[in-house]
């Protein structure tokens, strides 16, 4: 299928180099399925928007293991930067992407897509990324189901969008009884992928102090600037 003879092409392609941004190591993209389509590329259900560049791709696996959908990330500077292969007739692709390590560490990453997800990844924390932020309501259930016993680290963008998307699903999740807690980004930094290419050498500790200092989520809105 797709998801497997992009992940065929992923060895010594321009994609391989790209992962190294987020940490990723070779067995982890081996692990993960990750994938390259080079510039017009066709397949099943694959728009335009996506063939006209050189793409890194990445399943989206859920909670169970299971891929039900593949996104791919420009390796150049183009629009969009990400792309979902579009949804079969009478069906539709999976709202999330979930990338699990099997240590037992109860601290899981939500954020808005795949590049937040893969740099939490590399360095050792689960993730779960959304298609899209307008997926945010639609997944609750699935996310109640599948993080119900972890500590759940919101990573919304620092924008008006990520903002957003905290507020959601932090009250959505935490209304259903999950432990819900709001990862501080630095001053200066926009997400998670960010940070972590602003200073790769001291991303890995810096992240996982603010992991574990992540403060509880509050409903409230935040009081407007003086």
């Not at 979930?98 to 997800?117: F, I, K, M, S």
């Amino acid at each position: 299928d797709l998801i497997d003879e992009a992940a065929d092409r992923f060895a010594d392609s321009p994609a391989a180099d790209y992962v190294q941004r987020w940490g990723i190591s070779e067995a982890q993209a081996t692990h993960l399925k990750l994938g390259y389509t080079p510039a017009g590329f066709t397949g099943a259900f694959m728009g335009y928007s996506w063939t006209k560049v050189g793409r890194v791709t990445v399943p989206l696996p859920g909670f169970d293991g299971v891929p039900r959908g593949l996104q791919g990330r420009a390796l150049e500077d183009a629009e969009p930067k990400w792309c979902s292969v579009s949804s079969p007739p009478d069906n539709s692709w999976a709202q999330l992407g979930v990338l699990a390590h099997d240590h037992g560490d109860d601290y899981w990453q939500l954020g808005e897509g795949p590049g937040d997800g893969l740099a939490a990844y590399a360095v050792g924390t689960s993730a779960v990324f959304l298609r899209g932020t307008s997926m945010a309501s639609g997944a609750v259930n699935t996310l109640v189901a599948g993080l119900r016993e972890k500590v759940v680290i919101l990573a919304g963008d620092a924008d008006r969008a990520g903002r957003n998307f905290n507020t959601t699903l932090g009250t959505a999740l935490g209304e259903a009884g999950l432990d819900v807690r709001v990862l501080a980004l630095p001053d200066g930094i926009g997400d998670v992928a960010e940070w972590r290419e602003s200073d790769p050498s001291a991303f890995p500790r810096a992240y996982a102090v603010a992991l574990r200092g992540a403060e509880p989520f509050d409903p409230a809105p935040p009081p407007p600037p003086p």
